[in-house]
């Protein structure tokens, strides 16, 4: 007769393997938490400075100053987004938005996203001849970080 070789787990090995993997998948699903945004309650302090924060950067659209949004800006941003392209992104959008308005709604939120922290504005902007909304991002230090216009 002849004897298969092969491996046979006792209940403690299988045991092992178990708790083994289970901590795998726990950490896989910690570390997967920890990546995503999570949002978090916006202070009155924190929403009017997000908000004048935005409105400023609106401002210096209207005005076409684009160098001084740069300034505004973080490293990275900067490096993706120089006054030319930006002044493009603008006139793609629309050729000719027409005058000032008003400010028409407007939302605030903070993200934590791998430790870090964001606020995002979204406001809606009356123009004469268009209506646009952006959303404008900052950094915990209200450098601008992102900034998205439609």
């Not at 909304?133 to 992102?146: C, N, P, R, V, W």
Request: proline residues 1%; charged residues 25%; aromatic residues 10%.
């Amino acid at each position: 007769m002849e004897q298969k070789e092969g491996v046979y787990l006792n209940k403690s090995n299988r045991s092992q393997i178990t708790l083994i993997v289970f901590v795998i998948v726990a950490a896989v699903v910690i570390f997967i938490y920890w990546l995503c945004p999570k949002t978090r309650d916006v202070s009155v302090a924190e929403k009017e400075k997000s908000l004048a924060q935005a409105e400023e950067v609106i401002q210096l659209l209207n005005e076409d100053q684009y160098d001084q949004i740069t300034d505004l800006m973080d490293a990275k941003l900067k490096r993706a987004l120089t006054p030319s392209e930006l002044q493009k992104a603008k006139q793609k959008l629309c050729a000719d938005y027409g005058t000032f308005d008003k400010y028409g709604k407007t939302y605030v939120s903070k993200l934590e996203q791998r430790s870090k922290r964001y606020y995002v504005v979204q406001e809606t902007v009356v123009y004469s001849k268009t209506t646009v909304t952006y959303t404008i991002t900052f950094d915990s230090k209200m450098k601008l970080a992102g900034l998205y216009m439609k």
